[in-house]
């Protein structure tokens, strides 16, 4: 992403529209002007009306167009020498002289300036982007200073993340995240490429080196070269697995699959190309993913996983004979059905010794575990992540 000098005439996408409006709300007078006084025509509007005249920014044609140059250029103000800088002001004042609007401007100046203190004040964890333009000066983006800032930075994320390398979308998503948590924010339809951009989930190995062999396949023919690279650490990944499972290397993994990714403009097929970013399969079992197998899934002390469709294959009967009267009275109904929520409610109860029994019942039943010796009490450790990636593969 770049921060060039920008006004709203052209604004394509209005996200910075959208994001000056919102801290700086227009008088009326803006917000019902018609198209025409706010943008005007760029074929017909002559040079001089701009007050950037030289690349045509900012007009200054109508009252509503005036003050919203005067909004923008407030924001971009940085960005020019400053001779340029304050040629485009002195324009702009005395075109809202002209139209009855200098009060407001100048009380919209003066609320901007007094941001840009209080900016100068906030740390860069309080801003979702920060970096050094190609001019040495710092520019940061989005920021995180209240739930409303927060997620207005991750519907953003969301929208503009592939304009981002990996390492940095990683860097910006978990800053998100950090405020996200901090300030008790919902982020609803944006959580999920968050968690996955920032790291926030496992694969297992196997995963890992197929996804580097399916992109080494689709680079075959074009790129040679880089399919041989990818070839060769699929099957370094196949060699060592345990290097592979640890946060660091799919990290590691995921930046340098980005790069090829834009090298070879594969990142294209990303979304509507059905092609998956590379954080969208090496972390893809996530919290969430493991909190939803939980949900839908029952662990024993031996360390064992059911599903819980599968409990209904049980008859009172079999558990009266495996478990005892009072096991089988307290997961039924009426001592004649299996109550299934009470039957997983109870099983993780159980000591060990009951616990065997009972996973020897379900073998007899033919019951197969979905997860043997998960673990799956800790759904924050990486083994039981690693476990459900292997299931899920």
């Not at 909004?71 to 702009?92: C, S």
């Not at 139209?99 to 100046?109: K, N, P, Q």
């Not at 009172?316 to 039957?343: H, M, Q």
Request: charged share 25%.
């Amino acid at each position: 992403m770049t921060n060039s000098p920008l006004d709203h005439v052209h604004d394509v996408s209005g996200q910075e529209t959208h994001r000056l409006t919102t801290l700086f709300p227009p008088p009326d007078f803006v917000k019902s002007a018609s198209v025409e006084r706010l943008n005007g025509d760029a074929e017909k509007l002559p040079r001089h009306v701009y007050a950037d005249q030289h690349n045509k920014l900012y007009p200054c044609h109508s009252a509503p167009a005036t003050w919203m140059s005067a909004l923008f250029f407030a924001d971009k103000r940085a960005q020019f020498d400053e001779n340029t800088a304050h040629t485009i002001h002195d324009r702009i004042t005395k075109a809202a002289a002209y139209f009855g609007i200098a009060g407001l401007v100048a009380e919209l100046e003066k609320t901007a300036a007094s941001l840009d203190e209080d900016e100068d004040e906030d740390e860069d964890d309080d801003w979702s982007v920060v970096w050094l333009s190609k001019e040495g000066q710092k520019e940061r983006h989005w920021p995180l200073r209240n739930a409303q800032e927060v997620k207005f930075a991750a519907a953003h994320f969301t929208r503009y993340r592939d304009e981002f390398v990996f390492d940095d979308r990683h860097k910006i998503a978990n800053k998100i995240l950090a405020k996200a948590a901090a300030y008790h924010v919902d982020l609803e339809n944006a959580a999920d490429a968050l968690a996955l951009a920032a790291g926030c989930g496992a694969c297992a190995a196997k995963t890992a080196s197929e996804f580097l062999q399916a992109r080494a396949t689709l680079l075959r023919r074009s790129h040679s070269d880089v399919a041989a690279s990818l070839e060769k650490l699929a099957a370094a990944v196949d060699q060592n697995p345990e290097h592979a499972r640890t946060a660091a290397t799919r990290l590691k993994l995921a930046a340098a699959v980005d790069e090829i990714d834009r090298a070879t403009h594969l990142c294209r097929l990303y979304d509507a190309g059905g092609l998956a970013r590379p954080e969208e399969v090496l972390f893809a079992v996530t919290e969430k993913v493991a909190r939803d197998f939980m949900s839908q899934n029952v662990e024993t002390t031996t360390g064992n996983v059911y599903a819980l469709t599968d409990l209904e294959k049980l008859a009172v009967d079999d558990l009266r004979e495996w478990l005892g009267d009072e096991f089988a009275d307290a997961v039924s109904t009426g001592g004649v059905f299996v109550d299934c929520e009470k039957l997983a409610a109870i099983v993780p109860t159980l000591d060990r010794g009951m616990a065997a029994t009972f996973d020897r019942l379900l073998q007899e039943k033919q019951v197969d575990a979905v997860v043997k010796q998960a673990a799956a009490s800790n759904l924050l450790s990486d083994e039981q992540l690693y476990a459900l990636a292997a299931q899920a593969g």
